[in-house]
């Protein structure tokens, strides 16, 4: 049966969706394998490049190239390429600007982007990009861009084809998983990084904070580290007995309760406790521990610190006795005190105030709130918000009181009640108030009243200021005097309270005598500076026995102004030279000392004396190099009266140069003052960090310069120019010694222009420098006059116009083998950093030369035995670890056994082995043989990844790096399959040969004995005989070039056998034969030889007698493939027509030998069915003979 034809395409659409199927999941498990490794690549460079192979390989190209987003420029730097010449136009465009439009269509997009053709994309039409790569033969890209899980566009994944070409769906799909495999690298690489920046600053911080910072396990049963900074003891080992050494034994019990319930919730640890300090005494520290958490949540580790609190909790302690003290005193005086909270309710109140008031303020107190009348010194109501304890808890302030007069139905009772604000900051927390009893007081003020009135006339005469005051500091009298000072008037001030209307006394020596004076009841008389008035008073204060007080003063500012200047010009003196921290001198005009404080004298190293004696000028003070800056300040001094605040060196007694900062005065008598502030410290620590800062940028500089460089002479170059430049010098060069030549070996150097090139070799002989075998580097500064310099030496020197120089050994298992030079023609003082950064340098040039030599050995190491390897693909070569598992898998394996490195590595070796030497054990006995015999022949069958089995000849040995245990196998083994399968063959052809020798030969003898029967003469015995030879000959050819299990076809045995008569050319076509049949049919060999002869007996007597030997005949020959019970089989039907046949009862021409042969012989050799006939125009013959088993009727597959 034939298939319809959509049919037909859907089984092939079948068949390419199964590949790509088959081929996404080979990629799938490759791309695992990619994930496998790259969990443990830390190096970003090779990951992208194992990243970029992979890539090539499923896009099915060569080239490739992955580039990343710069975190801070947000510019596409190429990173890795594959399959590109460095100095191609794409490589270059790449670094000139990162393939920028291609870059820019990529991100606007925000999706894969495949260029099928690049000359017909017209993005890129007339860009950098699209010239670059025409150029370098690319004619299609993919870019497939790399986001992190955030959605931020971390690079672009590329490969590139010579050929207008895209990817299949599935090859898309595979760079797009390979895009977020190498997203996700990028992103954890770029997060260890800036861990471990993070924690280098964070061990930074430790060491420059002041606080405790300490590490501790999950379960806090073992401290990991402490760094006590002195405070505590250190702990560099793990220490699981911590909590005994650091913790006092009645707080360990709380300590730890803190950390069980830290621990339990996760969440960081903060309290307060005592501990023992590194010197054995207790101490205080607030201490706060904060869990590392992992992915799941579990704590790894505590990171903590800890902060010294002892002077905190002294003085909390110191507060607590102070509190405790005060309520001591306030229970024992006669008027009431409380403190109130935020709601009015007492928090503390002496006895007397427990008299008098419930535990609420009387605007707070809800019950009894009625029965308190406020009434102020003027005698007008005060509404209950504006009484005392209600003003504090808004936040004011009033010291004026509010006499409250009780109602309880009984009796009347007046208190005097203040109240102030207390404040945590800016946070009021509650209120303190005074009450005083005045029930009594109030009872007699009319009767002062009366005398204060005849009072009253008499103080109204007297010169002197005067006013009055009561006990609560209201004024009861003010006198006109005292008005006219004030400019206020009486009407203003009286009743009101002198410190509401003076404010400016509060806190005043006024204000301290006021206080004195009604505490004492002593008159007081004081001169001060009124704060009110701007000037000075004589004030005389009388207590009155009514609580109150009488003061008069008068203004006396005259006298005291003269007494002042002579006062502060005293105090001037004496406190500028008592400074202790701070120098401070005196100098005349001229510049010559006449005074100072002891702390210029500690500062300078000179005695009192030396001032005294009048020698010590600013010029012998002053360094030359910071004379003419002085000499600046000093001009400046006389013409302005003062200096700009500036620094300068000065000179120490001992000679010694000292930092300070000066600032200088010129004093109303012609003095001049000036302060000194010593800041040598501050200048060596800034330049030493400067050092620090220069050091650093160089060395990152050089490290940077030499990082990229594999060539040693290139990278001697290079760091000599570094340094060269860096400490404008005039040459730099690394010298090697090779002892083999006995010279010292300049391959490349540095120098300035103008100056000679040392790159050369010299030998040892010419330069003996024995004394850089200490290790000690050498330190000239002036050739010309350094004695330790030899005479010889310093005339080569000068000779080379090397006036400085600095020559560091390097010196490598006690031997000199290179050193670095930095020398000039001018003499130097090489500064101790300079000198440091030459070490530096050689150091790190010398490591760098190292480096480049190993890893180009390595290189070729490694390349020269990947090139045989890569090229030995008859020979299955890889390695195993001592279980079995395959570690690598060269393209040699893969080539002989099919599996790739990602499908066989991480397999056991078990899997090459054929199913019954499985079963047998043998892939654990070769490797137990090659343990301990060293040798474990393989020769033997072996399974391919496709089912095959291919001849391996081989062995496995051990691998070892001199210990007993091997370290895995080395298994070698050549395919030899094809020699194998030709030696098998050759057997199978010899046994082959000698059958159809024999039957040959039987075949032979049957046709010359019928021929011989049949024949009259010899000639014609020789003419019949050696054709029927022909026609088996013509058999034997067509089978000796058959293959195993091919078999000689029908259509080609007709058309070998009338293509001999010459019936047909060699198209199958005859102008008188017709065949009819389909081709492809396979005969039995066995029955092959007989049934050509058949053939050969029809074609020659119709050649000679039939249908081909007379003009009108025709031939045609039919054939079909019949299904029977017995087989398959094939029928021929020979048939003549147009045949001149002879007449009824006429010998027809020709022997019997065909006829009898078809109608005998193939029945009974063949098992063949046939018929044979004369008929009225030609011969009539059918044929049906078994034929070859593996022939299949159409449609018998189902």
């Known amino acids: 049966m034939k298939r319809a034809p959509g049919e037909q395409i859907d089984n092939v659409e079948r068949v390419e969706s199964a590949a790509s199927m088959q081929e996404e999941l080979a990629g799938m498990r490759k791309l695992h394998a990619l994930q496998v490794s790259l969990a443990a690549q830390s190096d970003m460079r090779v990951a992208l490049q194992d990243i970029t192979a992979l890539a090539c390989t499923f896009a099915r190209t060569e080239c490739g190239c992955v580039q990343l987003v710069d975190e801070h420029s947000n510019d596409m730097e190429l990173r890795v390429y594959r399959g590109h010449d460095e100095r191609s136009p794409f490589v270059q465009q790449f670094l000139k600007d990162g393939f920028q439009a291609t870059c820019d269509t990529v991100r606007r997009e925000r999706r894969q982007l495949v260029i099928e053709d690049i000359e017909t994309f017209t993005p890129l039409k007339g860009t950098p990009d699209y010239e670059a790569a025409l150029c370098s033969g690319i004619r299609a890209a993919q870019f497939t861009p790399l986001f992190n899980r955030a959605g931020v566009l971390l690079g672009l994944l590329s490969t590139q084809f010579t050929l207008p070409y895209r990817p299949a769906e599935h090859e898309l799909r595979l760079l797009e998983l390979l895009a977020w495999t190498a997203a996700d690298y990028v992103e954890r690489n770029r997060a260890q990084a800036a861990l471990r920046t993070s924690e280098s600053r964070l061990a930074a911080l430790s060491l420059v904070s002041s606080e405790v910072h300490y590490r501790m396990s999950p379960d806090w049963g073992e401290m990991r580290a402490l760094t006590g900074k002195g405070f505590l003891a250190d702990a560099v080992n793990p220490n699981r007995a911590w909590l005994m050494d650091y913790i006092p034994d009645d707080d360990r019990a709380m300590v730890r309760r803190k950390i069980d319930a830290g621990i339990h919730a996760k969440t960081p640890i903060i309290f307060e406790h005592r501990v023992r300090r590194a010197d054995g005494s207790l101490a205080w520290i607030a201490t706060k521990g904060v869990p590392a958490l992992d992915a799941e949540g579990n704590i790894t580790e505590w990171f903590g610190t800890a902060a010294d609190i002892t002077a905190r909790k002294q003085a909390e302690q110191r507060l607590r006795d102070s509190e405790a003290r005060l309520a001591l005193v306030l229970d024992q005086i006669p008027i009431g005190v409380g403190l109130f909270d935020t709601q009015g309710r007492f928090t503390y109140k002496n006895p007397q105030l427990s008299d008098q008031l419930t535990d609420r303020i009387p605007s707070r107190d809800g019950v009894r709130a009625d029965e308190w009348q406020g009434i102020d010194q003027q005698g007008n109501p005060v509404p209950p918000q504006q009484f005392p304890g209600a003003r504090a808890l808004r936040g004011e302030d009033t010291t004026a009181p509010i006499d409250f007069r009780h109602l309880d139905g009984t009796a009347e009772c007046w208190l005097r009640v203040t109240a102030v604000a207390l404040r945590d900051g800016s946070r009021v927390t509650g209120g303190l108030t005074v009450v005083q009893d005045v029930t009594g007081q109030r009872r007699v003020q009319a009767e002062l009243g009366m005398l204060a009135e005849r009072n009253r006339d008499i103080l109204e005469s007297i010169s002197d200021a005067f006013y009055g005051v009561d006990a609560q500091w209201r004024f009861t009298y003010i006198n006109r005097k005292a008005e006219a000072l004030w400019a206020r008037s009486r009407a203003q001030l009286l009743g009101k309270v002198i410190w509401d209307e003076f404010a400016a006394l509060i806190g005043s020596a006024t204000h301290t005598a006021h206080l004195q004076a009604a505490q004492t009841r002593q008159m007081v008389r004081l001169d001060v500076a009124s704060p009110v008035l701007g000037h000075w008073v004589d004030i005389s204060l009388y207590p009155t026995s009514d609580g109150g007080m009488s003061v008069y003063f008068r203004d006396i500012s005259d006298q005291k102004r003269a007494q002042e200047l002579l006062r502060a010009s005293e105090e001037r003196f004496r406190t500028a030279l008592t400074i202790e921290t701070v120098g401070a ?376 790096d001199g210990g007993v245990e091997p370290l895995g196998y080395l298994k070698i083994g050549q395919d030899v399959t094809r020699r194998r399968e030709w030696e098998d063959r050759q057997q199978v052809l010899l046994a082959e040969l000698q059958h159809r020798t024999r039957n040959l030969m039987g075949v032979v003898r049957v046709v010359f004995n019928r021929t011989q029967r049949s024949s009259k003469t010899i000639a014609e015995l020789a003419l019949i005989y050696n054709d029927r030879l022909d026609a088996l000959a013509r058999v034997q050819g067509l089978l000796s070039r058959l293959n195993d299990g091919d078999r000689i076809l029908f259509d080609e045995l007709i058309h070998v056998e009338l293509s001999a008569m010459g019936a047909i050319d060699a198209q199958g076509q005859g102008e008188q034969v017709v065949l009819d049949g389909p081709s492809g049919v396979r005969l039995r060999s066995s029955t092959v030889q007989t049934f050509a002869l058949a053939l050969h007996e029809l074609a020659t007597n119709a050649n000679k007698y039939g249908a081909l030997a007379q003009p009108g005949g025709q031939l045609q020959v039919r054939w079909r493939l019949l299904r029977t019970g017995n087989g398959t089989r094939l029928r021929i039907e020979w048939s003549e027509t147009g045949v001149t046949m002879p007449t009824p009862g006429e010998v027809p021409q020709g022997s019997g030998y065909g006829r009898e042969l078809i109608e005998r012989a193939l029945p009974y050799q063949l098992q063949a069915e046939t018929t044979y006939e004369l008929g009225p125009d030609g011969v009539r013959c059918t044929i049906e003979l078994p034929v070859s088993e593996s022939m299949r009727l159409e449609g018998d597959e189902g």
């Open 585 to 960: 001198t005196y100098f005349d005009m001229d510049g010559r000392l006449t005074d100072a404080n002891d702390a210029f004298l500690k500062m300078s190293g000179y005695s009192r004396a030396d001032v005294e004696a009048g020698t010590l000028n600013w010029q012998n003070l002053t360094p030359a190099t910071a004379r003419e800056l002085t000499a600046q300040a000093f001009q400046e001094l006389k013409a302005k009266g003062s200096t700009t605040p500036y620094e300068r060196e000065y000179l120490r007694k001992d000679g010694s140069h000292r930092w300070a900062l000066f600032a200088a005065k010129r004093l109303p008598d012609g003095t001049g003052f000036e302060f000194v502030l010593d800041i040598t410290d501050r200048k060596l620590a800034e330049a030493a960090l400067r050092e620090v800062q220069d050091r650093n940028a160089f060395l990152l500089k050089l490290s940077d310069a030499l990082r990229p460089l594999s060539d040693p002479a290139a990278i001697q170059g290079k760091a000599a120019c570094v340094l060269g430049e860096h400490l404008h010098a005039g040459r730099a060069y690394y010298v090697e010694v090779d002892r083999k030549t006995q010279q010292y070996v300049v391959e490349r150097d540095w120098h300035q222009p103008g100056e000679t090139s040392h790159a050369r070799r010299f030998a040892l002989s010419d330069w003996p420098m024995p004394w850089l075998t200490d290790a000690q580097t050498w330190v000239v500064r002036d050739t010309a006059i350094d004695a330790a310099l030899p005479d010889d030496q310093r005339a080569a020197y000068l000779g080379n116009a090397i006036g400085a120089l600095i020559v560091v050994p390097l010196i490598k298992s006690g031997q000199l083998v290179a050193s670095f030079v930095v020398n000039q023609r001018t003499a130097r003082d090489w500064t101790a950093a300079e000198i440091r950064l030459a070490e530096e340098t050689a150091e790190r040039t010398w490591a760098a030369l190292e480096r480049a030599r190993a890893q180009g050995a390595l290189i070729e190491s490694e390349e020269r035995y990947r090139v045989i390897l890569e090229n030995a693909l008859d020979y299955a070569i890889f390695t195993t670890d001592t279980s079995g598992y395959i570690q690598t898998w060269p393209p040699g394996a893969e080539a002989v056994f099919g599996w790739t490195a990602e499908e066989a590595v991480g397999q056991r070796i078990a899997m090459t082995f054929v199913a019954e030497d499985r079963l047998a054990g043998v892939p654990q006995r070769e490797i137990e043989q090659a343990h301990h015999t060293g040798f474990a022949p393989n020769v033997r069958w072996h399974q391919c990844k496709d089912g095959r089995r291919v001849f391996i000849e081989g062995a496995t040995r051990p691998l070892r």
